[in-house]
């Protein structure tokens, strides 16, 4: 008998008999209201905000709204099965926590918080470069659940490859790579606040933990911070990478890995032929190429480039179970949710992100339901009509 998720409705009326309601909104797209009002100005409009005149974030959105889900009559969904193996992890949903930095300007708990609040419910945390926390901190924040590391990929290669050390040894199994990021977009938001936290040390724990960096400062970063957030700013950004400079993590990584930010097709086949373990098609929330292509509108095409060789993931835009249920109708393997659960976390800290992360699996669950479908492998192209 396979867990029924969408049956945390029941728990949330039965809640409310004694009084109680959920920490906050059940419909993920009215969390950035809510955690507005509990945000500074600056970290608000940097989780918030998207490159130029935010093109792409409305685009993402947009793209979700043009599939609608064409619901199935009397095929006897009573039980359904969500549990899929997502780069090598056991999940009972497909569902996992995206890479989101400095999340101390979020919230003090931050990414430790995250964490906790994922592996409560089993789903993988991925931990990001410019986390405020470190990586074994966050590791044993989050047990035995899932977790997966993601890396900005230094200009220093002993750097590199200490935090790859680091993050193994503490137990993450799965490296994703993030690609899209290797220079900072424009982002009016943040520009017009001149609002950059890693100059003010948010989102440096895990370079400030590590020995090879701190090796490479003349002063420690806490006897002069500044100096050696320079160093860590100029050894994370402005550089470019090309394929073939893929197997330095190969080397220096044994377990799997993932890109991040694939977009063309071309890019998609070439992560595959690459012996890559995995693609995650993402434009990073909208905050890195203004007016570039929706995530959902370059799933079909990348998965056909794939063809079956490795898992796509998506994510940006993702809000609610039904989006998710749509990624996966177009063949995503699983999806990452974004801002939806950092908003969580701003409304409500831990219980926020948990329960943002139990909404959208129960919802995903009950349109499965609804959609007549008892198992993922039934989500499918068909269960969908395309509006144009
Ligand atoms: C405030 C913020 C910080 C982010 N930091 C990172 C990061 O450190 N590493 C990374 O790979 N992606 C980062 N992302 C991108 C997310 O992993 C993800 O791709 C994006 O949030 C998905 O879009 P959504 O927010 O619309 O769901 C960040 C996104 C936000 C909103």
Known sequence: ???????????????????????????????????????????????????????????????????????????????????????????????????????????????????????????????????????????????????????????????????LDRAKNAGYTALVVTLDTWTLAWRPSDLDQAYLPFLKGEGCAVPFTDPVFRGLLEKTPEEDPNMAILRWIGMLTGTDRTWDQLPFLREHWDGLIVLKGIQHVADARRAAEAGMDGIVVSNHGGRQVDGSIATLDALPGVVEAVDGRVPVLLDSGVRSGADAFKAIALGATAVLIGRAYVWGLAVAGQAGVREVLENLRAELDLTLALAGCHSLAEVGPESLWDVG
């Open 1 to 163: 008998m396979t867990e029924r998720f969408g049956s945390y409705q029941n728990e949330i009326y039965l809640q409310g008999l004694g009084g109680q309601l959920p920490p906050c909104s059940t419909d993920a797209t009215k969390l950035e209201a809510s955690a507005r009002e509990v945000m500074a100005p600056g970290p608000f409009s940097y989780v918030a905000g998207a490159a130029g005149s935010g093109a792409t974030a409305r685009a993402n959105r947009e793209a979700f709204d043009r599939w609608r889900v064409v619901p199935r009559m009397l095929t006897g969904a009573t039980d359904r099965d969500l549990a899929t193996t997502v780069l090598g992890s056991r999940l009972p949903a497909p569902v996992a926590v995206a890479p989101v930095g400095v999340q101390s300007i979020v919230h003090p708990d931050a990414e430790s918080a995250t964490a906790r609040a994922a592996a409560s419910i089993g789903l993988p945390f991925v931990l990001s470069t410019a986390s405020s926390t470190g990586i074994e901190d966050v590791a044993a924040a989050g047990g035995d659940g899932p977790r997966w590391f993601q890396l900005y990929w230094p200009g220093d290669a002993d750097v590199c490859a200490s935090l």
